[in-house]
């Protein structure tokens, strides 16, 4: 089974501060995802990337950036944490990048983020 | 831009029942649409997905259709158990600007199956 790991489960930071959040993947899944989930919003894609120190913006890049220095490993990054951006953070990955890659997405069990 | 409904939003049945979730999307060129569901404090973990070729896909207890034309799929549950008791999330992955892997979600339905 395909594994996705974030890291903290709960995580509470202040405003101004650099967050990190890291996610992992076992399964050598060539695209990887950082989605933000919020009441009455959905879930809303920020980042994703389909290839090592590749990147493409989602819906809402602002405020974030990401990185992506070995396959395994997805990195969201808070510049500068601001209070709008207390939610909750999901990570997922798949194998292959294309139409014919009818695969589903595997999730990591979220972050729950809160800027004080 | 493609968007994504879900109703009803919140739905709470006895145990037994057989039961339909609703959703539907605005724009009908799409690659796929998935069902996931999710626990609270959880991830999502995926149920179903229909290719756009496909007219239904099956999974023990679950049934999910898609009428592309209109713009609607359903997922239907079967005998409904106090363990499915989760949020039920849609997602459509529009072929506009996408090679077919980006995902648009619905709100979801908040499900409850009383014993």
């Known amino acids: 089974d395909v594994k996705v790991t974030q890291s903290s489960r709960y995580l509470v930071k202040r405003t101004g501060e650099k967050v990190f959040l890291e996610c992992v993947q076992d399964?050598?899944?060539?695209?990887m995802f950082w989605y933000r989930q919020d009441p009455g919003l959905g879930l809303r894609l920020i980042y994703f990337s389909y290839d090592v120190k590749m990147k493409e913006k989602g819906d809402i890049p602002e405020g974030y950036s990401v990185s992506r220095e070995k396959k395994e490993r997805f990195s969201l990054i808070l510049e500068s944490a601001s209070t709008n951006q207390t939610s909750m953070y999901l990570c997922a990955s798949i194998e292959q990048w294309g139409i014919d890659s009818n695969q589903p997405q595997h999730f990591g069990d979220g972050t729950r983020l809160s800027i004080l | 831009k493609q968007e994504v409904t879900q109703i009803p939003a919140a739905l709470s049945v006895p145990e037994g029942e057989n039961l339909v979730l609703n959703c539907s999307f605005t724009?009908?060129?799409?690659?796929?649409l998935q069902w996931f569901r999710q626990d609270p404090g959880k991830g999502l973990t995926s149920l179903l997905l229909?290719?756009?070729?496909?007219r239904e896909q099956t999974s023990g207890r679950l049934n999910a259709s898609l009428d592309k034309s209109s713009g609607r799929s359903t997922l239907y549950i079967a005998a409904s158990q106090p363990g499915d008791s989760a949020t039920y999330l849609c997602a459509v992955s529009p072929k506009r600007n996408n090679a077919g892997n980006m995902l648009t979600f619905g709100g979801g339905t908040r499900l409850m199956v009383k014993p």
């Open positions: 724009d009908s060129a799409i690659y796929n």
């Open positions: 399964m050598d899944h060539e695209n």
């Open positions: 229909i290719q756009s070729s496909q």
